[in-house]
């Protein structure tokens, strides 16, 4: 897809059909998350935690006994970034990087994704679900993206987002 059409057609989608995503496409977005810029090239100190299948659903059906809702959107693929956090605004914006770069490689192959921030905050506030995904009390979970084909036909909405500029 042409880059414009890409950040254009990026949007949060939080309806997915069942469908699991094929790995190589799921490699792909993983690469393109591992190309994102990193603060002092630092990317050996984080980790993409995929969830697929079953334990995704398990996870799902855990957050909705946890918090009534699934901060998922019960979607096919799950990716979680995570460290042990030296540097916190770093930490969060090289995440936020990470997880851009997968939501825009989600949409040049026609998913939808949502960048997600509750589902780290439910996994901060709840050890036994950290605990089911493996992760240790050392390692904080910064953010994820959850992606899948979108139950609705992909549509473009201009999307109208405006932030304020200032030229000097
Ligand atoms: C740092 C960050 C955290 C977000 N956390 C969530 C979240 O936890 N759940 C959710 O449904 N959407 C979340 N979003 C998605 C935003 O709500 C969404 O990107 C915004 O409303 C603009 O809509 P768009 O993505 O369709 O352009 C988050 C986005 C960002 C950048």
């Known amino acids: 897809m042409e880059f414009k059409k890409v ?4 949007q949060s989608i939080r309806a997915f059909k069942d469908e699991q995503i094929p790995d190589n496409f799921v490699s792909e977005i993983l690469e393109c998350g591992m190309k994102a810029p990193i603060g002092k090239g630092e990317y050996n100190r984080y980790t993409l935690l995929v969830l697929q299948g ?3 659903k398990t996870f799902q059906k855990m957050l909705i006994a946890k918090t009534g809702h699934d901060e998922t959107y019960n979607s096919p693929l799950l990716i979680l970034v995570m ?3 030296l540097r916190p605004e770093l930490d969060y914006q090289n995440t ?3 997880l851009e770069n997968m939501c825009l490689e989600a949409t040049n192959l ?3 994704s949502t960048y997600l921030w509750s589902v780290a905050r439910i996994l901060q506030e709840n050890k036994d679900l950290k605990n089911y995904l493996g992760i240790d009390e050392n390692t904080t979970v910064l953010g994820g993206v959850t992606i899948g084909k979108p139950t609705d036909e992909y549509k473009f909405i ?3 987002h405006k932030i304020k ?3 000097q």
């Open 110 to 112: 026609t998913y939808g």
């Open 54 to 56: 079953d334990k995704l």
């Open 165 to 167: 500029v200032i030229y």
């Open 83 to 85: 460290a042990i956090i």
């Open 158 to 160: 201009d999307k109208e």
């Open 96 to 98: 936020g990087c990470i």
């Open 7 to 10: 950040v254009q057609y990026r």
